[in-house]
């Protein structure tokens, strides 16, 4: 089955700075990566995604670069802000299509102002 | 749109006691459904997933049980629950197809068993 390791379990940085949390898989048969924003006490919630057919995808101040050959998928949030602080998961899905997803053990990301 | 609901929020039990947490999925037909678990806020663990209903596989022995006795329904179970059963349990669906594998979560019950 999959294994996905992610690093750092917890991350530190000053507003406006830029955050970097990596991920990496065993399967090379995973085509699914997502990674969660989760809120303390609330449900995860998705953020960003990337397929395997694709190496890089950007939304605003968040973007996902992922290395099929390497087995590493990375997230980078730049000009963070306090809201942003937050425990982010990454995934894997095993290259399913039941949709069954592998979590790492997700990054505390704390912004300070 | 679609929805998912899962209950109760939280709840506290007694070691021993029987578990029934529910969850169910309102606008879409045939979602395949999860059953996570996360100890001390980290570390998502996939206990079961489910294609269809009737259809249940285990991720990793334990305690619990699961049912799909509907469509868009599911079901944690457990007969006698047990301290290190604690957690915050999250249902989650998603569509299934392949190329669409986003999971959304529900709202999650945070169970304490004393």
């Known amino acids: 089955g999959e294994n996905v390791e992610q690093h750092p379990s917890t991350l530190s940085v000053q507003e406006g700075d830029s955050a970097v949390i990596k991920c990496t898989y065993s399967d090379s048969a995973s085509n699914y990566f997502p990674w969660y924003k989760q809120e303390l006490g609330k449900r995860p919630q998705l953020i960003i995604d990337?397929?395997?057919?694709?190496g890089e995808k950007k939304d605003q101040r968040i973007a996902v670069t992922l290395n099929k050959t390497a087995k590493h998928f990375s997230l980078h949030i730049t000009e963070t802000q306090p809201e942003d602080s937050a425990v982010y998961f990454c995934?894997?899905?095993?290259?399913?299509?039941?949709?069954?997803?592998?979590f790492g053990q997700g990054t505390i990301l704390t912004v300070h102002p | 749109s679609q929805t998912i609901h899962q209950w109760p929020a939280t709840l506290v039990q007694p070691v021993g006691s029987p578990l029934s947490l529910e969850c169910t999925v309102e606008?879409?037909?045939?979602?395949?459904l999860y059953w996570y678990r996360q100890a001390a806020g980290r570390g998502l663990q996939l206990l079961f997933y489910?294609?269809?209903?009737?259809?249940i596989s285990s991720e990793v022995p334990q305690n619990l049980s699961a049912s799909r006795p509907q469509d868009r329904q599911f079901i944690l179970s457990s007969k006698k629950l047990l301290l290190s059963d604690s957690g915050f349990y999250l249902c989650a669906w998603s569509a299934g197809s392949y190329m669409n594998t986003e999971a959304f979560f529900g709202q999650g019950t945070r169970l304490t068993v004393v």
């Open positions: 606008g879409t037909s045939n979602p395949n």
């Open positions: 990337i397929r395997s057919n694709v």
């Open positions: 489910s294609v269809g209903i009737g259809q």
């Open positions: 995934a894997g899905n095993g290259g399913t299509s039941y949709g069954k997803l592998t």
